[in-house]
């Protein structure tokens, strides 16, 4: 059975305490080589919550009504990553025809999210914790919009960054990593509100 | 490029390692990094999908249309992460429990695409796995420091026994998050300071 979480807590949980990025480490790679740039952050976390949205519904029916009553579940790694593949290439599509500002600003970052770990993340969680349908889409928003944040925060530091004297060898990924670190310490504060594991 | 194999094995331990040089794949890991024998295990079993995912690769190099490498590619990935699972559940179910959805996101693990994408597209299938399992080893040492300092420090012990006298005191940030961001900052930071002097003595 699904475990007794009212939506909204998991909601605001995946945002600040039990943040996708700073507390499960997913979506590491694309986040320390875009963070750089303000403006491509914030194109990769609208793309990251809107595809994380509609791949962990499409995932949650699939392994409900396919997977889970043909016994199938060790397949799951490969269908989820299917659906996430087809889903970021419809999408890629779709808005090709429908808006094509939007997809000059979105367009370069959909296949890089194909391998974000943090959606496939998302639908692993989903599956572990089992997780009803409302608690999925709850829970898959909150994340795409924790780490929209957490991106966004870490561009504003890093133009801060570049003024600063930073010793050569600690220049480029390690300083980057260690200002995430104390964001993440940051967003440590907030479980006293929340928590969910 | 490199050809012979003790020049790929140096490549990837230590000139081009995967973690503090090319800061790949360190979503799935680093979160195992609280406990030494998880990170053993996880690790081992990135060795093994990223070696045996190069032989496939390179074996099917000629096969696979060029545009749809890329899902071929995941696909093999995922094939041999399934196997991995299976055998963790069957073998170690404790560990298989405790890495949780870990271990499925090997799949995700840039280090494996990459891997498949630079070496064995354009190499033979023997030195594809020696260099698969190279760059898993090059990955294993930095992750083990990583998680040796983490259990140590957090919980006082090394592969679940107790090193430090009772009295200590537990650091909790060591089993939080953050701690593995700092350390993993400060290795490359160590690295790349090192690596930048043999430059300065080479010139």
Known sequence: MSP?????VLFFASI???????ANFL????????????????????????????????????LKYILIPLDLLYLRYIIFII??????????MVIDRVSPALYMALGIFLPLITVNCAILGVALFMQIRNYSF??????????????????LALSAIQKKLLKAPVPAGLKGPGITLITIGFMA???IGFSGMLSVQ | ????PSKILKENIWYSNPVFIQILGICSTLAVTNNLINTVIMTVGLMFVTGFTNVTVSLLKNLIPRKVRMIVQTLIIAFYVIIVDILLRAYLPDVSKALGPYVGLIITNCIIMGRAEAFAQSNGPLLSFWDGITSGLGYMWVLMIIAFVRELLGF????????????FTHWTIMVMAPSAFFLLGTFIWISKTIMLKNEGGRK
């Open chain 1, 16 to 22: 600040f305490t039990s943040n996708i990025l700073l």
């Open chain 2, 156 to 167: 006082g012990t090394l592969f679940g026994m107790s090193v430090l006298p009772e009295g």
């Open chain 1, 185 to 187: 310490m940051a967003f």
């Open chain 1, 134 to 151: 409302i608690q999925t889409v709850f829970f898959a928003a909150g994340s795409g919009l924790g780490w929209w944040l957490a991106i």
């Open chain 1, 83 to 92: 659906v996430i593949a087809a889903t970021v290439q419809v999408l890629e």
């Open chain 1, 27 to 62: 979506g590491m790679c694309s986040f320390i080589s875009i963070s750089k740039d303000m403006k491509s952050s914030n194109g990769l976390g609208l793309a990251v919550t809107v595809v994380l949205v509609l791949t962990s519904m499409l995932n949650w029916v699939i």
């Open chain 1, 4 to 8: 007794d979480i009212n939506p909204l």
């Open chain 2, 1 to 4: 490029m490199a050809d012979s």
